[in-house]
């Protein structure tokens, strides 16, 4: 029937009224493969109704990037916006909704957007015009737990510790959400991507951290006493290992990552690139250098960015001890965040969830702020975990390295960021160390910067890295005494 024919009604002067109808009607048999309007979006009102469950329980939360809450993209109208979220659990995973009925959702190309109530409406988005599971699926998130814990450690985690667990959000497509950290949106990706959980203001934070950087650090609280410090300067400050110039070390490194917590594996997702294409610690030294060559910092501090690194060598010096137990228990030789033992922890220490696996914890001796130590002794008189770095120091040293001060403590304390970032250990530093600090600083902060700025860069090849040695670097270190063969 026409649907814009108006009814109409006479009077036939007979007292009695009559609807008039057309005498002519076309008449259009529904199509069974196009329903009305109407009938599509009842269709999609009952899809959408069901998407959002309506049992179980509730949280809400707020999804936060390095620089605060993070954005999503709406899915018509590509307008950016930041929700405050209800997390609700299913027995899918959790879905991520709002009070006013938007709905987070992952697409298989792996863009996340929301999904307004309004969109149940829009007879124009043929986007989202797929069976209601399958679009159900979408908007759910399973949540899995990376645990810190180790067997060999024994015990269960404190509470601290597990509040800073890690989770990834895996979507259905086998990707996993993330925080974009250019955009500070939310997004997904074929490798794992780690969120925490804070309780106090109720948050998923997604965080830099991974699992093998937490493994490694937690191995630092148990392992890195003073008693185990003290062994270990008496083993290797003898320097009995052999001998082999810094040129040979530069080589040897080239076998280890630079990146060696960006690596990890789970059942069936591995995320680290093949060994070939990681970028190596060699090249990381030579980019490090080669930028504060471009900066115009002395020749000195080029060289340091050069060598800092050597310290891993160990591992190919001392294969059936330091290499043996660096691939199975812990490898000492990494450059990671460092304290003094021997005294009070500060607070803010890196990871200090771990603090309860460190005996000295539990030692009066070392609980005081200045512990086994003169009040400002200087930092040049206490032990440091022992690294990768404090061995480099000590090896310098011993071989006749002629470099400037300000060279050694930048190699030593640049991974002191509780003194050099936030101000720890006052009782122990002196005037010497307070002069040496913005040498130190700046150190740290051009690490920082070529570090971030390499995650993406080729390795250099031999070649390259023989030119910048026999044209540039190899004068420095003659300069400076440290072309000739040390004492490892």
């Known amino acids: 029937v026409k649907p814009s024919k108006r009814i109409q009604y006479v009077n036939n002067n007979d007292s009695e009224t009559y609807r008039k109808i057309p005498m002519q009607i076309d008449l259009h048999p529904p199509r069974a493969d196009c329903p009305s309007k109407q009938e599509r979006a009842r269709l999609r009102r009952r899809k959408f109704s069901h998407l959002v469950s309506s049992k179980g329980s509730f949280l809400p939360v707020q999804l936060v990037g390095s620089l605060g809450k993070l954005s999503v993209r709406s899915h018509n109208s590509q307008e950016i916006m930041k929700l405050d979220w209800l997390v609700t659990e299913t027995p899918e995973g959790i879905q991520f909704c709002t009070t006013h009925g938007h709905l987070l959702f992952a697409t298989p190309s792996g863009t996340v957007s929301v999904l307004f109530p309004g969109d149940q409406d829009n007879d124009d988005d043929s986007d989202l015009d797929i069976d209601a599971d399958v679009l159900s699926k979408w908007t759910h998130f399973v949540p899995c737990l990376v645990t810190d814990n180790d067997d060999a450690d024994g015990g269960d985690c404190t509470e601290n510790e597990s509040s800073r667990s890690l989770w990834v959000l895996r979507t259905c497509h086998g990707t996993f959400l993330t925080a974009d950290s250019l955009r500070q949106t939310l997004s997904c990706t074929r490798l794992p991507s780690f969120w925490q959980a804070n309780g106090a203001n109720l948050s998923l ?284």
């Open 205 to 488: 934070v997604c965080t830099s951290d991974t699992p093998p950087r937490r493994h490694h650090y937690r191995k630092c609280w148990k392992f890195q006493t003073y008693d185990y410090v003290s062994s270990m300067r008496s083993r290797f400050l003898n320097f009995s290992l052999g001998k082999a110039t810094l040129i040979q070390a530069l080589g040897w490194i080239h076998a280890f990552p630079a990146h060696p917590f960006h690596s990890w594996s789970s059942d069936d997702v591995v995320t680290d690139s093949s060994p070939g294409s990681a970028l190596s610690l060699r090249t990381l030294c030579f980019l490090m250098a080669e930028t504060a060559r471009e900066e115009g910092l002395p020749d000195w501090v080029q060289l340091v960015a050069l060598f800092h690194e050597l310290g891993e060598a160990v591992k190919v010096l001392d294969p059936s001890k330091t290499g043996e137990m660096a691939e199975s228990i812990y490898d000492w030789t990494i450059s990671s965040r460092s304290r003094i033992v021997g005294c009070k922890i500060p607070q803010r220490a890196t990871f200090g969830e771990f603090r309860h696996l460190n005996m000295d914890e539990e030692d009066s001796r070392y609980n005081s702020d200045t512990g086994v130590y003169q009040a400002n002794c200087g930092l040049e008189n206490v032990f440091l975990m022992w690294s990768g770095c404090e061995y480099m120091y000590y090896l310098l040293r011993h071989n006749g390295a002629s470099l400037p001060e300000e060279a050694f403590a930048m190699i030593r304390l640049f991974l002191l960021g509780d003194w050099h970032e936030h101000s720890e250990y006052a009782s122990l530093i002196n005037a010497a160390d307070e002069d040496m600090l913005p040498f130190i600083q700046e150190f740290d902060a051009l690490r920082r910067r070529v570090r971030l700025k390499c995650v993406d860069c080729g390795n250099l090849t031999d070649d390259q890295c023989s030119y910048l040695w026999d044209s540039h670097y190899g004068d420095i270190a003659a300069k400076y005494n440290c072309n000739h063969a040390f004492s490892w």
